[in-house]
């Protein structure tokens, strides 16, 4: 599945360069790896995201949502640190004229002095970033769905007391995912018994994200009028 390479290259090189740390340290430096490995050529950086990979190849969906699923339920301290996840400028300098220069140096920025840190500064701040680090990024609150749903069903309204009301709205939406079971009810005794398909849990802020699929879900089922009046009739 080459389109989700781009997606977790940091994340695999984070772990290598982690385990290549743990063998020195528990093994001495001549067991390392780092002098037995080639460095990778790139013609042009990855940038296509996880939605995309799965838009490219269908196949790549179960994939996706495992590692949604992994990413949403990792803490913000652990996702911006290096060992995590390994992220780096590649700058061009002139040429060396020692032929047993590295080509390619890796620079630890807690290692450099404080004029050099200020320095990288500057030049970072002329950098203009596509994408920047967001929880769960690709989940969505419940109005979010609810506005999207009743959009895709082409908008449709109830009268409700003499009024035009959207006919699906944020109490047939607890309907939905209730009558669905795809997460528990408030005060459940595991918040986290969600299907991973449609709903994601997240510790941090105890509340549910819910995915473009359970949106997808519910455009396609509401369709139909029998289901509703099932809805309706299961009470909120």
């Given at each position: 599945?080459?389109?989700?390479?781009?997606?977790?290259?940091?994340?695999?090189?984070?772990?290598?360069?982690?385990?290549?740390?743990?063998?020195?340290?528990?093994?001495?430096?001549?067991?390392?790896?780092?002098?037995?490995?080639?460095?990778?050529?790139?013609?042009?950086?990855?940038?296509?995201?996880?939605?995309?990979?799965?838009?490219?190849?269908?196949?790549?969906?179960?994939?996706?949502e495992f590692i949604q699923r992994y990413r949403s339920t990792i803490s913000s301290d652990i996702t911006t640190s290096g060992k995590y996840s390994f992220k780096a400028f590649l700058i061009?300098?002139?040429?060396?004229?020692?032929?047993?220069?590295?080509?390619?140096?890796?620079?630890?920025?807690?290692?450099?002095?404080?004029?050099?840190?200020?320095?990288?500064?500057?030049?970072?701040?002329?950098?203009?970033?596509?994408?920047?680090?967001?929880?769960?990024?690709?989940?969505?609150?419940?109005?979010?769905?609810?506005?999207?749903?009743?959009?895709?069903?082409?908008?449709?309204?109830?009268?409700?007391?003499?009024?035009?009301?959207?006919?699906?709205?944020?109490?047939?939406?607890?309907?939905?995912?209730?009558?669905?079971?795809?997460?528990?009810?408030?005060?459940?005794?595991?918040?986290?018994?969600?299907?991973?398909?449609?709903?994601?849990?997240?510790?941090?802020?105890?509340?549910?994200?819910?995915?473009?699929?359970?949106?997808?879900?519910?455009?396609?089922?509401?369709?139909?009028?029998?289901?509703?009046?099932?809805?309706?009739?299961?009470?909120?």
């Amino acid at each position: 599945m080459p389109e989700l390479d781009g997606t977790i290259f940091g994340e695999c090189q984070a772990m290598l360069l982690n385990f290549d740390e743990m063998v020195d340290k528990e093994f001495g430096p001549k067991h390392c790896l780092r002098e037995s490995l080639s460095f990778a050529l790139q013609l042009f950086p990855n940038s296509e995201n996880l939605v995309d990979a799965v838009k490219r190849n269908p196949a790549t969906k179960p994939v996706v949502e495992f590692i949604q699923r992994y990413r949403s339920t990792i803490s913000s301290d652990i996702t911006t640190s290096g060992k995590y996840s390994f992220k780096a400028f590649l700058i061009q300098v002139a040429n060396h004229k020692s032929e047993h220069a590295l080509p390619i140096q890796f620079i630890h920025y807690d290692k450099l002095t404080e004029e050099e840190k200020k320095s990288l500064s500057h030049l970072v701040a002329m950098v203009k970033f596509k994408d920047v680090p967001v929880s769960n990024p690709d989940l969505l609150k419940p109005s979010e769905v609810v506005r999207r749903v009743q959009a895709g069903l082409g908008h449709p309204k109830i009268d409700r007391a003499g009024k035009q009301a959207d006919r699906f709205n944020v109490d047939m939406h607890v309907r939905c995912w209730r009558f669905y079971k795809v997460r528990p009810s408030k005060g459940a005794p595991d918040p986290r018994a969600t299907d991973y398909r449609y709903c994601v849990y997240d510790k941090m802020h105890n509340d549910y994200g819910f995915t473009q699929a359970w949106v997808d879900l519910l455009v396609e089922k509401l369709k139909e009028e029998a289901t509703w009046v099932t809805l309706c009739r299961n009470g909120g």
